[in-house]
Every structure is written in structure tokens, then in C-alpha cells.
């Protein structure tokens, strides 16, 4: 059991006045952004602290922590905004890695422990190699082997760089003046500089890409960027980014590993195939892991697919009552590819409430299309996700824009909570939350906001591209509102301290019953207490 005192001693508290010395000074600082009030936090505290007192020993390590809500300027700058947050500060790289994994202490260490490798690995022969490319597949990642002349290879510099950028999802190994008979079991001839994509996921290792000749760092990059995943790999924290950021289909198997059932491994086999032969990926999952309700689908029909497209945000999920087979999975696949089957939408219920003016629209999957592309009326749309702390402070405002412009009737103010709603349209690209957009009347021409994020600025970037032009709004009355917000805010934080004193006042009252019942059970010694409550 790990104590507070320990996790003290063991856990640096950091600031943004000793921040940049802090960075230079150690070789690796694995940093946790926290608030005070998250529950989450408080729960991650002791595992954080486990690992702490587990690490102790690695010299090269820091490992710290930062109030995000107090240092506010250090989570804008690595775009904090979700408690808690990990992330591992290296030397040579300006952004940090952002720690995706489970909140245990063991899959934290492991996870530590493999960014502080190197990264990239010799290898001289075909032993070698194979090793290399088997550790990778523990990690559900392929190996890209560089080959070069030699060590002061300029291509070598750029690969060296290019591997300490991806390392997260592809592993990396190189091999210097390799002999002809590396060079013919990689399949890559006797130009060089060189390189080979090593697959050795599903038991048996395949040379996925190979390239060779003049490779400059963009082509370099470019190539392994294409590259990077495999055909099927098992989806995990540390992996699942790259899936979502790359623009291909992911065909996603979900089954229950405790019983895979009689189909699970020849359903693999064929999505290894149709991967193989489609502009598609192929993942599989731990049912456990994946809310299937989002999906419509039962646990008791394992395995199950569903097929997702996240650049655009859609999923098609094969929803049938009996477990997949091959052929089923086949058909799905094809349909999908082709444009036959429709992607589910989710949505919570439509509000059934009469809006007036100056209150805020509420859109989700079944209302959006009736009230965005209303050709009559300029739409704002706020994208959001409830659990982003940048959503919940920007809602008062954007409360505070629809009041202000109530008397703009050609004008709709509105907001969607992605979280709990699909987009049912293609084309809007949503990269952080919150996201605006204004679909203008009559045309539906969808325009993105990237100005600042305050209502005046917002405001008057929705007057300047709206299709019905409006009067800006009364600064006065701007100003009004602003100072209600503030009353409100004040409000809210008095009860708040109220709250938190009478949480106090239990605890002392606790604590007295405790200390009386240790009195009355040990009579003849007095109970020693630091301070008398």
C-alpha cells in the first residue's frame, strides 16, 4: 500500500516558474495534469503514486504532477482538457507523448518503459531482425527496418528522426552495410538506402512493403506514414489513435476473450483477406472494452462486427442475433465499400419543448437535418462533447449569444453533444471541441469559426457571414449579461465553499466519535492526539 507521505516524496508537484528548468534538466518527465475536484483524479492518485514508488529507481525519470486548474496557462499549451492527463516530456521534441492507456499502474510502467527505449534498434542479421519484429508484434505494431551504407548516412539522420516522431505507433530497426543475404531476405535488392515493413502479428512473418533507392525525408515519412498499420492488428489504447486519424475503413471485430467461440479465429483469417484485397483495415477487440449498446448490439451475439469510418465519423455495425461468420462478415464488408448500407446514427430524444426567443436549440441525431438546412435561416452550431472542460466553460456564453441575439429572427443558435450524437451529414470535420460552424440560409454553405473564443468575437464573425444581414448587438446589453453571468458564477461558487465546509464539519464530527470510541476502549492508556479537535 502506497501512502500519501510516499507519494510526497516520490511525486513533484510543478509550476510554471520551474517548468522549463525542470524540462532541461531531466532526460524523461512523465507529468499528470490533475484538478483538485475531479473525481477521476482523486481515484488515478494512488495509482499514480504506485508508480512512482515502482520507478523510483530510474535516474533518468520525473515523475510529477500539475494542478492543470491552477496552472491553467501550462494545460492550454499542450492542449490539456481532460483530468487526468499524462504525458511524457522528452529531449528533441517540442510536444509531448500523451499517455492513451488504461489507468493502472503496471499498463502505465510498461508503457513508460517503452517510450524510454531506443528508438531504433540494431539488427545485422536475419536472427536479429526476426527478434525485432516478434517484440514489436507483442505491441500490436509492424517493424520498419532501415538498411543504409552507413552510420553518417544522411538518410540515416532522417530516419532516426522520423522514428523518434513515430515511435508510438510503429516500431523501428536499422542495420548498417548489410550483407546480400539480409538484403535478399528482405526482398529489397542491392540499392541502397532501403527499407522493409516487417508484419509478424498472426504467427507468421510477412514482409508487407519494401522500397528502395533515393528516399528523402519527405518520401521517407510519406511512405511509412501509408504503411504504418497492419492488415489486422489487436486494437489497444496506444494503437486505436493511429486508426482514428488514418482516412481508411476499419472493419472492428468485437469478442469476449474469455470464449471466443467456434468462429473467432477463421473470422480473423478473413478479414486478414479482405484487408488484403480492399482499401479497408482490420482490427479485433474485447467486447468488454466497447460500449455495444452504441452499436445495437448483444453480448450474447459475440463475435460481432462493426465496420467504422472515423474521418467521417460513421459506423456500420452488423447487427444480427447470432454470432459472425465469415461469410456474413464478407457480405457486410462488401456492402459497406460499395455504398449499399446506410451508417447508424445515434441520437438522444428530441426535446419536445415550445422554444422562445433567446433560448438555446438543442439539436441531436433525429432534429439536426430539420433545423440546420432550414434554407429560411442562418444556423450556428456549437459541436461539443459534455466531458470537455473547454465545452463547459464556453456554454454560458453561448447561452449568453443566443439571449443577446433573440431579436435576430432569421437566425438559429444551437449546440450538439457529439458524445451522445452521430452527425448524420458527410463533410464536417470536427477536430477539437468546441467546434463552430455557421450554415447559411438559402445555400447550406457550411463555414468554420477559427477566431477567438470569446461571444463578442464570435458574434461578430456570425454578423459578417450570415446570409440575412443584422444590426450588431447593443454593447450595453453585452455587457448586462456579462455582469449576470458573473453574479451567477459567484453564486455558484459560494454554495460550492458552503458545500465543502459542511463536508468539513461532518469529518470533524467523525473524527471526534472515533477518537471517543478509542477512549472508551482503552481506558487505561490516553489516546495521544496531535491537536485537540
Given at each position: 500500500?502506497?501512502?500519501?507521505?510516499?507519494?510526497?516524496?516520490?511525486?513533484?508537484?510543478?509550476?510554471?516558474?520551474?517548468?522549463?528548468?525542470?524540462?532541461?534538466?531531466?532526460?524523461?518527465?512523465l507529468?499528470?495534469?490533475?484538478?483538485?475536484?475531479?473525481?477521476?483524479?482523486?481515484?488515478?492518485?494512488?495509482?499514480?503514486?504506485?508508480?512512482a514508488?515502482?520507478?523510483?529507481?530510474?535516474?533518468?525519470?520525473?515523475i510529477?504532477?500539475?494542478?492543470?486548474?491552477?496552472?491553467?496557462?501550462l494545460s492550454?499549451?499542450?492542449a490539456?482538457s481532460?483530468?487526468?492527463?499524462?504525458?511524457?516530456?522528452?529531449?528533441?521534441?517540442?510536444?509531448?507523448?500523451?499517455?492513451?492507456?488504461?489507468?493502472?499502474?503496471e499498463?502505465?510502467?510498461?508503457?513508460?518503459?517503452?517510450?524510454?527505449?531506443p528508438?531504433?534498434?540494431?539488427?545485422?542479421?536475419?536472427?536479429?531482425t526476426?527478434t525485432?519484429?516478434?517484440?514489436?508484434?507483442?505491441?500490436?505494431?509492424?517493424?520498419?527496418?532501415?538498411?543504409?551504407?552507413?552510420?553518417?548516412?544522411?538518410?540515416?539522420?532522417?530516419?532516426?528522426?522520423?522514428?523518434?516522431e513515430m515511435?508510438?505507433?510503429?516500431s523501428?530497426?536499422?542495420?548498417f552495410?548489410?550483407?546480400?543475404?539480409?538484403?535478399?531476405?528482405?526482398?529489397?535488392?542491392?540499392g541502397?538506402?532501403?527499407?522493409?515493413?516487417?508484419?509478424?502479428?498472426?504467427?507468421?512473418?510477412?514482409?508487407?512493403?519494401?522500397?528502395?533507392?533515393d528516399l528523402?525525408?519527405?518520401?521517407?515519412?510519406?511512405?511509412?506514414?501509408?504503411?504504418?498499420?497492419?492488415?489486422?492488428?489487436?486494437?489497444?489504447?496506444?494503437?486505436?489513435?493511429?486508426?482514428?486519424?488514418?482516412?481508411?475503413p476499419?472493419?472492428?471485430?468485437?469478442?469476449?476473450?474469455?470464449?471466443?467461440?467456434?468462429?473467432?479465429e477463421?473470422?480473423?483469417?478473413?478479414?486478414?483477406?479482405?484487408?488484403?484485397?480492399?482499401?479497408?483495415?482490420?482490427?479485433?477487440?474485447?467486447?468488454?472494452?466497447?460500449?455495444?449498446?452504441?452499436?445495437?448490439?448483444?453480448?450474447?451475439s459475440?463475435?460481432?462486427?462493426?465496420v467504422?469510418?472515423?474521418?467521417?465519423?460513421?459506423?456500420f455495425?452488423?447487427?444480427?442475433?447470432?454470432?459472425?461468420?465469415?461469410?456474413?462478415?464478407?457480405?457486410?464488408?462488401?456492402?459497406?465499400?460499395?455504398?449499399?448500407?446506410?451508417?447508424?446514427?445515434?441520437?438522444?430524444?428530441?426535446?419536445?419543448?415550445n422554444?422562445?426567443?433567446?433560448?438555446?436549440?438543442?439539436?441531436v441525431?433525429?432534429?439536426?437535418n430539420?433545423?440546420?438546412?432550414d434554407a429560411?435561416?442562418?444556423?450556428?452550431?456549437?459541436?461539443y462533447?459534455?466531458?470537455?472542460?473547454?465545452?463547459?466553460e464556453?456554454?454560458?456564453s453561448l447561452?449568453?449569444?443566443a439571449?443577446?441575439?433573440?431579436?435576430?429572427?432569421?437566425?438559429?443558435?444551437?449546440?450538439?453533444?457529439?458524445?451522445?450524437?452521430?452527425?448524420?451529414?458527410?463533410?464536417?470535420?470536427?477536430?477539437g471541441?468546441?467546434?463552430?460552424k455557421?450554415?447559411?440560409?438559402?445555400?447550406?454553405?457550411?463555414?468554420?469559426?477559427?477566431?477567438?473564443?470569446?461571444?463578442k468575437a464570435?458574434?461578430?464573425w456570425?454578423r459578417?457571414?450570415?446570409?440575412?444581414?443584422?444590426?450588431?448587438p447593443?454593447?450595453?446589453?453585452?455587457?448586462?449579461?456579462?455582469?449576470?453571468?458573473?453574479?451567477?458564477?459567484?453564486?455558484?461558487?459560494?454554495?460550492?465553499?458552503?458545500?465543502?465546509?459542511r463536508?468539513?464539519?461532518?469529518?470533524?464530527?467523525?473524527?471526534?466519535?472515533?477518537?471517543?470510541?478509542?477512549?472508551?476502549?482503552?481506558?487505561?492508556?490516553?489516546?495521544?492526539?496531535?491537536?485537540?479537535?
Amino acid at each position: 500500500c502506497i501512502t500519501l507521505s510516499a507519494e510526497a516524496s516520490k511525486v513533484s508537484e510543478l509550476s510554471r516558474k520551474v517548468w522549463d528548468d525542470t524540462l532541461e534538466e531531466w532526460q524523461f518527465v512523465l507529468v499528470q495534469f490533475y484538478s483538485q475536484g475531479c473525481p477521476h483524479c482523486r481515484s488515478f492518485r494512488p495509482i499514480y503514486a504506485e508508480l512512482a514508488h515502482n520507478m523510483a529507481g530510474e535516474k533518468r525519470l520525473l515523475i510529477a504532477k500539475v494542478d492543470g486548474e491552477a496552472e491553467r496557462g501550462l494545460s492550454e499549451d499542450y492542449a490539456v482538457s481532460a483530468f487526468p492527463t499524462v504525458l511524457l516530456f522528452r529531449p528533441g521534441q517540442p510536444q509531448p507523448t500523451r499517455y492513451n492507456g488504461a489507468h493502472q499502474a503496471e499498463d502505465l510502467a510498461d508503457w513508460v518503459a517503452d517510450q524510454m527505449s531506443p528508438t531504433s534498434v540494431l539488427v545485422w542479421n536475419e536472427s536479429a531482425t526476426l527478434t525485432a519484429a516478434q517484440r514489436a508484434a507483442t505491441r500490436q505494431r509492424l517493424l520498419a527496418v532501415g538498411l543504409f551504407e552507413e552510420p553518417r548516412a544522411i538518410e540515416a539522420d532522417q530516419f532516426f528522426e522520423i522514428a523518434a516522431e513515430m515511435r508510438g505507433v510503429v516500431s523501428f530497426a536499422h542495420c548498417f552495410n548489410p550483407a546480400p543475404e539480409v538484403r535478399r531476405w528482405l526482398g529489397v535488392g542491392d540499392g541502397l538506402p532501403a527499407i522493409a515493413m516487417l508484419d509478424s502479428l498472426n504467427g507468421e512473418l510477412k514482409i508487407q512493403k519494401k522500397s528502395a533507392g533515393d528516399l528523402n525525408q519527405t518520401a521517407l515519412k510519406r511512405w511509412i506514414n501509408e504503411h504504418r498499420l497492419p492488415l489486422l492488428a489487436q486494437l489497444t489504447p496506444d494503437n486505436d489513435p493511429a486508426y482514428r486519424a488514418q482516412p481508411l475503413p476499419v472493419a472492428l471485430l468485437l469478442y469476449d476473450p474469455g470464449s471466443p467461440g467456434e468462429f473467432f479465429e477463421l473470422d480473423k483469417r478473413a478479414l486478414r483477406e479482405i484487408a488484403g484485397s480492399n482499401p479497408l483495415l482490420a482490427v479485433y477487440a474485447d467486447a468488454a472494452s466497447v460500449d455495444m449498446a452504441r452499436f445495437n448490439l448483444s453480448m450474447a451475439s459475440l463475435p460481432a462486427l462493426v465496420v467504422c469510418q472515423f474521418n467521417k465519423r460513421r459506423h456500420f455495425p452488423m447487427a444480427i442475433p447470432t454470432p459472425a461468420t465469415p461469410d456474413l462478415i464478407r457480405s457486410h464488408i462488401a456492402q459497406v465499400l460499395t455504398g449499399a448500407l446506410s451508417p447508424l446514427v445515434r441520437s438522444e430524444q428530441v426535446e419536445e419543448t415550445n422554444l422562445v426567443p433567446g433560448d438555446l436549440q438543442r439539436l441531436v441525431g433525429q432534429n439536426f437535418n430539420g433545423v440546420v438546412y432550414d434554407a429560411g435561416k442562418d444556423v450556428l452550431v456549437m459541436l461539443y462533447a459534455n466531458w470537455c472542460t473547454h465545452s463547459q466553460e464556453f456554454m454560458p456564453s453561448l447561452n449568453k449569444i443566443a439571449r443577446v441575439l433573440r431579436f435576430v429572427s432569421t437566425l438559429v443558435v444551437s449546440s450538439m453533444d457529439l458524445d451522445k450524437n452521430d452527425l448524420p451529414v458527410d463533410g464536417w470535420e470536427v477536430v477539437g471541441y468546441p467546434a463552430f460552424k455557421l450554415v447559411k440560409a438559402r445555400t447550406n454553405q457550411v463555414v468554420d469559426y477559427n477566431g477567438d473564443r470569446t461571444p463578442k468575437a464570435l458574434m461578430e464573425w456570425v454578423r459578417e457571414h450570415a446570409t440575412h444581414s443584422f444590426e450588431s448587438p447593443n454593447p450595453v446589453e453585452v455587457k448586462f449579461l456579462g455582469h449576470l453571468e458573473g453574479i451567477s458564477t459567484l453564486a455558484d461558487s459560494v454554495r460550492s465553499v458552503i458545500r465543502q465546509n459542511r463536508g468539513l464539519e461532518k469529518q470533524i464530527v467523525e473524527l471526534r466519535s472515533e477518537v471517543a470510541r478509542l477512549r472508551e476502549k482503552c481506558p487505561e492508556d490516553r489516546v495521544q492526539t496531535k491537536h485537540e479537535l
